[in-house]
Each structure stands twice: as C-alpha cells, then as structure tokens.
C-alpha cells in the first residue's frame, strides 16, 4: 500500500502568484500602450491620406483651366466632405518659369491645426499648348 504524506505542498504559494501577475500586468500594459501608439498613427496617416486628396483635387482643376487663368489663390475652411469636422487652408502659389516661357510652376500648400500644426504641399508644372 503506497503512503500518502500530508505535509506536502504540491503547488503554487501565494508569492509566487503575486509575481506572475504583476509580470502579467506589466506584459498588458505595454500591449495597451502600443496599440494607443498604433491608433494615433493611423489617425495621422489618415489626416496625411485627407490632404493629399484635397491636394491632388485643387491640382487636377489647375490642369483643367485655362493657361493665363491660373494664378495665385488662398481658401479658408476647405473640407474634404461637408460633414467633415477638419478645416483645411489651401494656399495655391504660381510662379512663371523665366528660363523657359509658356510653363508655371504650381506650389499647392494645404494646413491644419489639430494638437499641433501641419502642412503638406506638392508641386506640379502646367504648360501652355
């Protein structure tokens, strides 16, 4: 017949799960924090994506215009939808090519202020054919 001895502790003391839970938590805690990061980033990338749209869209219309119409044009509180909570200021710089006669340079600048400010611009040369 086997014994059975009762003073055995077989297990896990109190210390010891108080130490993996802490390690646990501190495991947890550095997940949350990177998915805050990961969350802020796609709100930015977001942002960017937004203002180059309304970049490329003002970009396309110089293209459509009239060679002697383009010229220098600023807008307050563009908006990329008309429910859209983010304003915009576009600014439009022309600029005649003197080397080389018949372009223009268009500098399209677009600036928000969120927690901080922002600013992107593209620039494109438009000819006169």
Not at 28 to 39: S, V
Not at 96 to 122: A, I, M
């Amino acid at each position: 017949m086997k014994k059975i001895n009762i003073n055995e502790e077989n297990g896990f003391s109190l210390l010891e799960v108080m130490i993996s839970l802490v390690i646990l938590a501190v495991g947890l805690l550095g997940i949350a924090m990177l998915q805050i990061t990961a969350i802020r980033g796609n709100a930015s990338g977001m942002k960017l994506t937004e203002a180059s749209t309304l970049i490329g869209s003002k970009i396309e219309d110089y293209r459509q215009m009239v060679y002697e119409d383009v010229t220098d044009n600023v807008e307050e509180n563009v908006k990329l939808h008309e429910n859209d909570s983010r304003v915009y200021t576009r600014t439009t710089t022309v600029t005649e090519n003197s080397p080389e006669p018949g372009l223009k340079t268009v500098t399209v600048e677009l600036s928000w202020t969120d927690t901080r400010q922002h600013t992107v611009s593209f620039m494109t040369i438009i000819s006169n054919l």
